[in-house]
């Protein structure tokens, strides 16, 4: 079953994507409409195959191309030469090696600019990814494998080291920390690090989030995952306004930062002390219920302070007689505590 168009109504729009495929099942062309209070607008994604490889060249509801289509209807897709690209806004190209992705070529007609990326394999393993920006700076990442597990990713730009990243593992693979390396000067360093804790059904209840400050890895971060049945329960709390401050490699490299960015200002208040007597506090808490096929039905959203539920929407799933999701309303609580629609998508599909 291929999903063939999607539909989104609220309040204040109306939305529509229709997938177009050919008799081999491969997207063909995409259209995407919708409706509000300023007007229509409208996209247009032809796709164009040349054996494995594809291009995907997209138009914009005011060119010719896209006029002909709305006039033909999605048959002129099987047809040749009814678009033209110099009209297009943005074209993507993908290239094809064994099965595997070699190339992108992307480029944004309407902002002038074009990118490039190339990707090598060994044992169907990507082992790099080499991206060509508009300015000519070529950026690199390299990976590394143990057992066909990711272990490491160096990023290079222009061939001088940028950053590394580190994956630790515990029993039965299960990612434990990872491990991010910035350079200072001649000298490699743990700028971040994040800690993975798993409940019993190896599902991840708790990360927590280290970033270095004057030499020392601080914990400023935490989130929260606490799984009952069907209810999700998320919780976050950091320390206030760190994130932005950590990684350097010590408080002089943070200063100088600060100085370049014109926040002279700030280097009074990260100090040496700054870290152990900021408070860590509580952010948000969210509530998410799901059904028995994995899609939200509920939504709080929660004070973590008080307790107190300051937002919430509620969710109809309807399936049909292939369990797949035929429809979602979406609910709102209004005066009284009823509950008002307030969006609707629908979704088709082709056998």
């Not at 229509?40 to 494995?52: E, F, I, K, M, N």
């Not at 007609?109 to 490039?116: L, V």
């Not at 515990?170 to 409940?199: I, P």
């Not at 002390?273 to 408070?279: D, G, K, L, P």
């Amino acid at each position: 079953m291929h999903l063939s168009k999607e539909i989104y109504r609220d309040d204040h729009s109306s939305n529509t994507k229709q997938i177009f495929y050919n008799d081999k099942k491969q997207v063909t062309g995409i259209l995407e409409t919708g409706k509000n209070s300023s007007g229509g607008h409208g996209l247009l994604s032809v796709y164009a195959y040349t054996g494995d490889n594809y291009r995907i060249i997209k138009y914009d509801h005011e060119t010719k191309s896209y006029a002909a289509f709305i006039a033909k209807g999605h048959t002129i897709l099987t047809t040749g030469n009814w678009y033209a690209v110099d009209e297009a806004f943005s074209t993507h190209e993908y290239k094809f090696e064994n099965k595997l992705l070699v190339a992108e070529h992307y480029h944004n007609a309407r902002h002038g600019t074009k990118e490039s990326v190339t990707y090598t394999y060994q044992n169907g393993l990507k082992v790099s990814e080499t991206k060509v920006t508009e300015d000519g700076t070529v950026l690199k990442t390299d990976y590394l494998y143990k057992n066909g597990i990711l272990q490491s990713k160096l990023l290079l730009s222009n061939n001088r080291f940028s950053e590394q990243i580190i994956y630790v593992y515990g029993n039965d693979e299960v990612l434990l920390e990872e491990q991010r390396f910035y350079k200072h000067k001649d000298t490699q360093y743990m700028a971040s690090q994040k800690k993975f804790f798993y409940n019993a059904q190896k599902e991840v209840e708790k990360t927590e989030y280290y970033g270095r400050y004057d030499g020392k890895m601080v914990l400023y971060r935490r989130e929260e995952a606490i799984r009952q049945g069907n209810t999700l329960t998320k919780k976050e709390a950091s320390v206030s306004a760190i994130e932005h401050m950590i990684g350097y490699y010590d408080l002089a490299a943070l200063h100088e930062t600060l100085k370049e960015r014109g926040m002279e200002w700030a280097i009074p208040t990260y100090d040496k002390r700054y870290a152990e007597t900021a408070t860590f506090d509580a952010q948000s808490c969210t509530i998410e219920k799901y059904d028995d096929k994995g899609n939200v039905t509920e939504i709080k959203y929660v004070d973590p302070h008080s307790r107190e539920t300051f937002g919430s929407a509620f969710f109809r799933n309807e399936y049909n007689e292939k369990s797949q999701l035929e429809f979602t309303i979406s609910y709102r609580i209004v005066d009284g505590g009823k509950m008002e629609e307030s969006s609707i998508r629908k979704f088709y599909y082709l056998d």
